[in-house]
């Protein structure tokens, strides 16, 4: 089942109240998406976004008692600008972005994001891949520079030249269309043993590859606060170094301009309650940014 992630901490940040305009970037599994809408109240409005329309499906069953107005939109946070304007909002008070994927994409997607399943190597937010970058694509077409280079910037994995390697003699040989396929080549190229599986980091970094999480990330930043109204806020729950240090370094260089202000200087990280009960939540941080 599917557990939000710094759920008390981020409601007791937002500090939200009944009329607030809340942008839930990342529906994912609608914990944070009911929790907030159990605070708004009928002159509040909710907009929440997601690719993947299994989970907007989800949602909108679980936010089918809120009393203010719920918007559920099928697209990328980055086009929240566009969004907004076509929905005729055009300023919110609030907004928050989970960058973690929710249990269901690990474990029910079919979409090859979990290296213990064998799926087919999409890795794609959206859960229509047709003409969108797909992970199979970037391994069996891409460089074996450019997948070192990926592999080791968005995974930090130090085996990457000799995944990258073995991805390209594998390929040669036939396709690679499966992520149990693509978990064999990363095991003969990366023998390292311990609490993580070696294909870990190459997993996640095709996948930041595929849905340039990244950019969006920065993207979304930037469109988020030029629709916050002074005195909002905006949160972020992370789950890698490279995501935290594009927040950290965004709400630092919004501060030093005279923008407004962090809610705290280190990140809020999960309790030990929430560990022993929750151990995905172990490399969550939460920075919140309260505009001026």
Known sequence: MHRSVLLQELIAGLSLAPEDIVLDGTVNGGGHAEAVTNVLGPKGIFIGFDLDQSALDRAAKRLTGATCRVHLVKSNFRNLDTILSQLEIPKITKAYFDLGLSTDELEDSGRGFSFQKDEPLLMTFNNNPRGILTAKEIVNEWAEDSLADIIFGYGQEP??????????????????????????????????????????????????????????????????????????????????????????????????????????????????????????????????????
Do not use: C, M
């Not at 809020?268 to 995905?280: F, G, H, V």
């Open 159 to 292: 085996a990457a030249r000799r995944i990258a390697k073995a991805i390209v003699a594998r390929r040669a040989q036939a396709p690679i269309a499966t992520t149990k396929e693509l978990v064999a080549v990363i095991e003969s190229a990366n023998r390292r043993r311990g609490k993580i599986h070696p294909a870990t980091k190459t997993f996640q970094a095709l996948r930041i590859a595929v849905n340039d999480e990244l950019g969006a990330l920065k993207e979304v930043l930037v469109k988020g606060y030029e629709v916050l109204e002074p005195k909002g806020r905006i949160a972020v729950i992370s789950f890698h170094s490279s995501e935290d240090r594009i927040v950290k370094d965004t709400f630092r260089s919004w501060k030093e301009e005279g923008r407004g202000a962090s809610l705290s200087k280190k990140p809020i990280i999960p309790s030990e309650a929430e560990l022993k009960e929750n151990p995905r939540s172990r490399s969550s941080k939460l920075r919140i940014f309260v505009k001026s």
